[in-house]
């Protein structure tokens, strides 16, 4: 692990030489205005966080240290890992390095499967992925290093150890959850000549070699690994392991918030409301027919899953990269055809929707990446954010190693009262 840790140490060291400079030469300036209305939406907006890993514009997209989605997007998760962490990408050995790491460490211990084989079959697969996080916690060494008395310059290092540990076993341990929840429960070994993607194809028990699905899953795995500091999953993470929670906490704590319906749900709500479509109007409907049934959604005061975003005022790059992965391995697929006349009608809606209140009409990531999943025969559709969850992951451990390697604090912002304003405000 010498290169990785010789790696993240220099971008260490420069993030924070870089930062120590700005403040002596800057000590007061502002960085923007906290308005009445930013407190009232959720701190949409407010320049709260420092993350270096990745960086989303608003016409963009995400960036991860200048490269925006379709120069990474053909790469493998164990390069993003590495790009996310250090600000480069791998070189052929330091590639080799990470790799050879991954594959040792990547067993689910016994106790997990015990756990996770107790839970009743009625269960969210979000909860088992994040429960089964939860119950390694006992493995972290930055927990053992902390309670022998850790030097805070050392704890990057066991953050990132833990990160390699916890990464490493997500494959098996996401496919196992699939297939005690949707198959016969068997764990399908791997082979360990295979990369993270590679292997989640194998232990899903899906044929590696199916015009594609492994290549849908390295995507995946690339597409959802980071999306700045501030997203739900992200900060959360953030602010648990900046209480120094250990990684599994941070993890888990994330994932939790990825489960929501607003946030990484929305891909299963996506292939909800696709499969609602087709069954009321079945597996080809005309673009006007999927107009009115958008129009009625909206009536029914329902969200528009995969429509719209925090950040983004664009369609997410994300989205794009999918879509041409769909042109190219299944065109013709229904799923995906629908997602393309929802693409032709619903910005156009939402862009004069509650009198042009939607502040993106546009489609984020969730809008397409089910349909493909779906396509290729995973259809238990809550099994998706499992998916989107495994990638997440790899940006929640380099978020908090740098954080961690900067001495950030811990993450505890002022909140106030009504009357606390009333006074505030009249005051001025
Ligand atoms: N369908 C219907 N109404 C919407 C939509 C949509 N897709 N997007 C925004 N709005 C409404 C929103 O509910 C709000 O209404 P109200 O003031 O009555 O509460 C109004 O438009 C203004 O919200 P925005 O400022 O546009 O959006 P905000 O930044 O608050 O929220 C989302 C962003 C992503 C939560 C929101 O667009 C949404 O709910 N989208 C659908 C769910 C979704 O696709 N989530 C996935 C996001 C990406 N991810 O992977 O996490
Ligand atoms: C994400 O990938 O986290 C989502 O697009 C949501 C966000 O950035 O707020």
Not at 38 to 47: A, D, T
Not at 275 to 287: A, E, F, M, Q, R
Not at 339 to 351: A, N, Q, R
Request: aromatic share 10%.
């Amino acid at each position: 692990m010498e290169k990785l840790l010789a790696k993240v140490d220099r971008r260490i060291k420069k993030l924070g030489d870089e930062l120590q400079q700005l403040y002596t030469e800057h000590p007061d300036a502002t960085i923007g205005e906290i308005t009445f209305q930013n407190l009232l939406s959720g701190m949409r907006g407010m320049k709260s966080l420092i993350c270096n890993t990745s960086f989303v514009d608003p016409y963009r997209g995400l960036f991860i240290s200048g490269l925006e989605v379709p120069d990474f997007e053909h790469k493998t998760p164990e390069e993003i890992f590495f790009l996310l962490v250090t600000g480069t990408l791998p070189s052929k050995s330091e590639l080799e390095e990470l790799s050879s790491e991954l594959k040792k460490r990547s067993k689910v211990p016994e106790y997990v499967w015990k756990m996770l084989r107790s839970l009743p079959k009625t269960i969210h697969p979000m909860t088992m992925f994040s429960l089964g996080i939860l119950a390694m916690e006992g493995e972290s060494v930055f927990k053992k290093k902390y309670e022998e008395g850790l030097h805070k310059d050392e704890y990057w290092k066991y953050t990132l150890e833990d990160s390699l540990n916890l990464i490493a076993k997500l494959p098996s341990l996401a496919a196992g959850i699939y297939r005690i929840l949707f198959m016969n429960g068997d764990i399908i070994d791997s082979d360990q000549q295979l990369d993270l993607a590679g292997n989640l194809t194998q232990r899903l028990g899906f044929n590696r070699h199916n015009q594609g699905f492994e290549e849908l899953n390295r995507l995946y795995l690339v597409l959802h690994c980071d999306h700045e500091g501030g997203n739900v999953s992200a900060f959360t993470s953030r602010v648990v392991n900046s209480a120094l929670s250990n990684i599994y906490y941070a993890a888990s704590a994330g994932l939790n918030g990825l489960a929501g319906p607003l946030h990484g749900l929305a891909n299963q709500e996506c292939l909800h409301f696709i499969t609602n479509i087709h069954d009321t109007l079945g597996n080809k409907p005309s673009v006007d027919e999927i107009r009115k049934y958008v129009m009625k959604t909206l009536d029914d005061g329902k969200v528009i899953p995969g429509y719209g975003h925090a950040v983004l005022r664009v369609t997410d790059p994300r989205f794009t990269a999918f879509m041409k992965f769909g042109d190219k391995h299944c065109p013709e697929s229904p799923y995906l055809q629908t997602v393309k006349k929802l693409y032709e009608v619903v910005p156009d809606i939402l862009k004069t929707y509650k009198g042009g209140k939607v502040s993106n009409p546009w489609p984020n990531v969730d809008a397409i990446s089910g349909s493909l999943l779906y396509h290729y025969g995973m259809t238990h559709y809550e099994y998706y954010t499992v998916m989107f969850g495994i990638s997440r992951v790899l940006g929640f451990c380099a978020q908090n190693t740098i954080a961690r390697g900067l001495h950030q604090p811990i993450i505890r912002p002022k909140s106030v009262t009504n009357s606390w304003l009333k006074e505030h405000l009249e005051s001025q």
